[in-house]
């Protein structure tokens, strides 16, 4: 079956300008995470959803970024203003259910995100 | 507060030899949850194993064997008899139990493995 896609594969972008990222989970896994991997380091959370609704928001740096899932499958990563600091691979990953706690991430590609 | 430290940057060996990467952790929760994930060149991180803190029992998967010890905090990977398709990104991660409100799931900052033919 496909895996987790993301789109675009690479976005190179102005300081100041708007973008979005997208994100298409394994067919039926509710739970979904975006994390924010720089060079050299490891994946960084940011966000994760339960369904439609975004159950833990604490690793979004700043209110530039935002996310959403409006129908509980397909997520957008929002970052506004964008900054060269912004500038790393976005990660985004499913999982099936957080049933015994039990939770293996399937990720996707990324985005590699290039503000200049 | 959760913490992973893969105290190892980068290590380089020759094809066959065996090689472990370190991971020690840090959390205060008593149920939590240990993986390894590869993230090979093409960028895309791979699975390779899970451990809840109630097993302290070795795993061993092929090559690969994990040996993980709550009384050090550590959950150490072992490759036998390398091969040059496991130069990678090695990442060690923790996730403490989830509740309603999400899942904390942190990383290491990952050891670079290179095999040498």
């Known amino acids: 079956g496909a895996g987790v896609s993301q789109t675009p594969s690479n976005k190179v972008t102005e300081k100041g300008k708007y973008v979005e990222l997208r994100c298409d989970p394994i067919?039926?896994?509710?739970?979904l995470y975006w994390y924010r991997q720089s060079l050299g380091q490891g994946p960084e959370f940011l966000i994760y959803?339960?369904?439609?609704?975004?159950?833990?928001d604490s690793g979004l740096p700043n209110d530039r970024f935002f996310a959403v899932r409006p129908e509980g499958s397909v997520s957008t990563l929002k970052i506004q203003r964008t900054e060269r600091g912004d500038s790393a691979v976005y990660l985004c990953?499913?999982?099936?259910?957080?049933?015994?706690?039990?939770?293996?991430?399937?990720f996707g590609p990324g985005t590699r995100l290039t503000v200049l | 507060a959760q913490k992973v430290t893969q105290a190892q940057t980068e290590i380089s060996v020759v094809e066959k030899e065996d090689v472990t990467l370190d991971c020690v952790y840090e959390?205060?929760?008593?149920?939590?949850?240990l993986f390894w994930y590869k993230q090979p060149p093409s960028g895309e991180l791979v699975f390779l194993i899970r451990?809840?803190?109630?097993?302290?029992q070795n795993e061993i998967s092929g090559r690969y064997s994990w040996n993980f010890q709550k009384s050090t905090s550590s959950f150490n990977f072992t490759i036998t008899a390398s091969q040059v398709v496991d130069s990678a990104v090695y990442f060690c991660?923790?996730?403490?139990?989830?509740?309603?409100?999400?899942?904390?799931?942190?990383f290491g900052p990952g050891t670079r493995l290179s095999v040498l033919p």
């Open positions: 959803f339960q369904g439609t609704g975004a159950a833990d």
């Open positions: 990953a499913s999982s099936s259910s957080l049933a015994g706690g039990y939770n293996e991430q399937f």
């Open positions: 451990r809840n803190s109630f097993d302290e």
């Open positions: 067919s039926g896994h509710t739970a």
């Open positions: 959390t205060r929760d008593t149920t939590y949850y």
């Open positions: 991660a923790l996730s403490e139990a989830p509740n309603n409100y999400g899942q904390n799931f942190v």
